[in-house]
């Protein structure tokens, strides 16, 4: 589904430079549950932001369902971003001045959909995620976990293909953390690609395939066991995976 | 993104905001309004010229004694150091080929009684022929009778604001009053018609010119008004006048000839500034509007840096994310012209109720033209911040300011 080849990013601060990127390769398969761990300033935000089109590299190439982002201009990247790749940050980013429903909606707004269409996905979604009685509520009357759902509803949609969560339980206690990290494999479990970047290993060791990451480079890797096997009995794996627990 | 959702997005900022949406509103709605409002006054005044000296008509010429230069500002209203202008004159003046009427006029306040009331009125001296160059109505009774210029009788015609000023409710037709030291007998109630040429026709009494002569104990017009034949130019009948003129008074170019639009060419620089000034003060205001909207939008851009990376991140291009902060400009400028507009028309109407006589109307051009410099401004003005909002790279504004929420 995802293949970097050769990716780099370099900043320039005062004179000095920063690779954040340093040629970096790596493949993603569909319905993949990954995580990247690292240090503070290790380039984990700047590799999620180049998965996510938010940011373009310096040199390398970058494969998304088999389409050379590269080759696209803006607008075909916004529309892929909507589409297909769903974000989910520490900080929520909800817009203060509208509902959770409001929010969750801004995706379906934003592609033009008709309000007759959107109002079904929302409820569906508002339902599943335990937040009808919260709909109508404004981000701050929200606590952090409810916050942190009505983003990842947002990302979910548009039912993308990919899902990309930097450091989604930075700002929140361990039980909403645990509370939305199961959400997250939840909806990978339904076969959404899952990448969360984290700074805390206990969160990064959940996932069935582990990056490590240092000075923007890879430096290990760590897979489950049945996920070399094949990907496939995915719902089977996941039993295992509660049952190690 | 669909237009309603555009315009509910907006106006939930604008709601949000709404000391910020307020001020924007009032710049743009006072700029408006002033244009409407200055406009519309102008084209009053242009139109309360034109209406007063209209009533001449393009073929009508006025004689005056004395003579002035006509280029160069007013000509002369009373006639000094020159000889008069006589009936006899008038006489022969309806004579030349290239006229058709000429009416002669001596005007005065005179002391009128009917019953015990007395008041001042307006007294004109005139004949028959005057009505016709007038183009004057009658409610009542007739005209003054066609008799030699030198003739006075003792008949009058009275306008309805006189007439209700003397004989109330009575009837007025047929009765005698007295003006000055005689008595005339009420032939006619001239109809309303307002205001022309700074004589209210309705507060006026109309006597035979030798009449008026008596009572003022004058000789020469006050002034002489003169229609040229139809197919003749005005020109021909200028010098024909100034030639018949001179031949009369011994060689002497002593009266001086108006036209309606040596008269209106004397209020045409003053409108013209009129108009021009209203221009500059409305185009100010509109783009201090416009200014103000600007550094609106730079603001509310520099504080939605993060919403704008957000809105990136969930698929909004850079046209979306220009037209997002345009579209609020636009609506701001919108609403704050459509309140201008309601505000300017409800002065205007006040004004008129005011002051009737006055006519206000505001032209088109001018409603549109505020219209689409308010709209313009506010798109020209917020393009700017727009592009910046657009061109931000959706990485640096998530991280550019973390929202609390
Ligand atoms: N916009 C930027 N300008 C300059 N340097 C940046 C920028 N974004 C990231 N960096 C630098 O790149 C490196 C990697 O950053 P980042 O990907 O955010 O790390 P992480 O998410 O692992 O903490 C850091 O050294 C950071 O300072
Ligand atoms: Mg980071």
């Given amino acids: 589904m995802i293949r970097l080849e050769q990716l780099c990013k370099t900043y320039h601060l005062g004179g000095e430079s920063v690779h954040a990127l340093d040629h970096m390769d790596l493949a993603i398969a569909a319905g993949d549950y990954l995580s990247v761990i690292g240090p503070s300033g290790s380039g984990k935000s700047t590799l999620l932001n180049m998965l996510g089109l938010l940011d373009t590299p310096d040199s390398g190439e970058y494969w998304l369902e088999e389409q050379q982002v590269s080759l696209l201009n803006e607008e075909q990247r916004a529309a892929l971003r909507n589409q297909r790749i769903g974000f989910v940050f520490q900080a929520y980013h909800l817009i203060d001045r509208l509902n959770a429903r409001e929010n969750i909606e801004l995706p379906l707004v934003l592609n033009g959909t008709p309000p007759k269409l959107r109002r079904p996905l929302i409820d569906e979604l508002l339902q599943r995620l335990g937040l009808e009685k919260h709909a109508l509520h404004l981000p701050h009357q929200l606590s952090g976990g409810q916050r942190q759902r009505v983003a990842i509803a947002r990302a979910v949609i548009r039912k993308p293909a990919l899902l990309l969560a930097d450091e989604p339980t930075g700002n929140l206690d361990s039980h909403s953390s645990n509370e939305v990290i ?56 996941k039993g295992s995976d509660d049952a190690q627990r | 993104m669909r237009s309603a959702d555009l315009l509910s997005f907006n106006l939930r900022l604008l709601t949000r905001q709404w000391f910020r949406t307020l001020m924007i509103l009032l710049a743009t709605a ?22 007063e000296f209209s009533l001449l008509g393009q073929d009508t010429l006025i004689m005056l004694p004395g003579r002035k230069e006509t280029t160069g500002g007013l000509p002369p209203l009373t006639g000094e150091g020159s000889r008069d202008i006589t009936l006899a004159d008038v006489a022969a003046l309806e004579r030349l080929s290239s006229i058709s009427l000429a009416a002669p006029l001596i005007a005065g306040n005179a002391q009128v009684v009917y019953a015990g009331r007395n008041r001042e009125v307006m007294t004109l001296g005139t004949s028959a022929r005057f009505f016709e160059i ?29 007439k209700a000023d003397l004989f109330g409710s009575a009837q007025a037709l047929g009765q005698w009053l007295r003006i000055g030291e005689r008595r005339f007998r009420v032939i006619g109630i001239i109809e309303d018609r307002g205001q022309s040429l700074g004589m209210d026709v309705s507060d006026q009494l109309i006597i035979p010119v030798a009449s008026a ?31 018949l003129m001179q031949k009369r008074h011994g060689g002497e170019r002593d009266v001086t000839l108006i036209t309606q639009d040596a008269l209106l060419g004397a209020f045409d620089d003053i409108l ?54 345009l579209s609020e400009a636009m609506l701001l400028a919108l609403l704050g012209a459509l309140i201008g507009i309601g505000s300017g028309y409800a002065l205007l109407w006040l004004g008129h109720s005011l002051w009737p006589q006055f006519p206000v109307s505001v032209p088109l051009w001018a409603l549109l033209g505020a219209l689409s410099i308010a709209l313009g401004v506010a798109a020209l003005f917020a393009w700017l911040p727009a592009s910046r909002a657009a061109r931000l790279p959706p990485v640096e504004a998530l991280h550019g300011e973390v929202g609390h929420a």
């Fill in chain 2, 134 to 162: 007038r183009e004057l109505t009658l409610k009542q009774g007739r005209s003054l009778p066609l008799i030699p210029l030198e003739r006075a009788e003792a008949v009058c015609l009275i306008g309805p604001k006189a």
């Fill in chain 2, 30 to 51: 006072v700029g408006v309004a002033a244009v409407l409002l200055l406009t519309g006054l102008g084209e009053g005044a242009r139109r309360f010229v034109l209406e």
């Fill in chain 2, 213 to 243: 002569q008596q009572i003022f104990n004058v000789q020469g017009m006050f002034r002489v008004f003169l229609k040229v034949r139809p197919g003749s130019s005005m020109q021909q009948a200028r010098s024909e006048i100034i030639d």
């Fill in chain 1, 182 to 237: 199961e959400l997250l494999e939840e909806l990978n479990g339904e076969g959404i690609t899952l990448l969360v970047v984290t700074h805390d290993p206990k969160i990064g060791e959940r996932a069935h395939r582990r990056l490590w990451m240092q000075d923007g480079r890879l430096t290990g890797e760590n897979l489950d066991a049945e996920s070399r096997e094949g990907r496939t009995g995915r719902k089977d794996r």
């Fill in chain 2, 272 to 325: 013209k500034l009129l108009t021009l000034s209203v221009g500059a003060i409305a185009a100010i205001s509109l783009v201090v509007a416009g200014i103000l909207i600007m550094n609106i939008t730079l603001i509310s851009v520099s504080q939605r840096t993060a919403e704008i990376g957000l809105l990136k991140a969930l698929g909004a291009s850079s046209k979306d994310i220009r037209l997002l902060f």
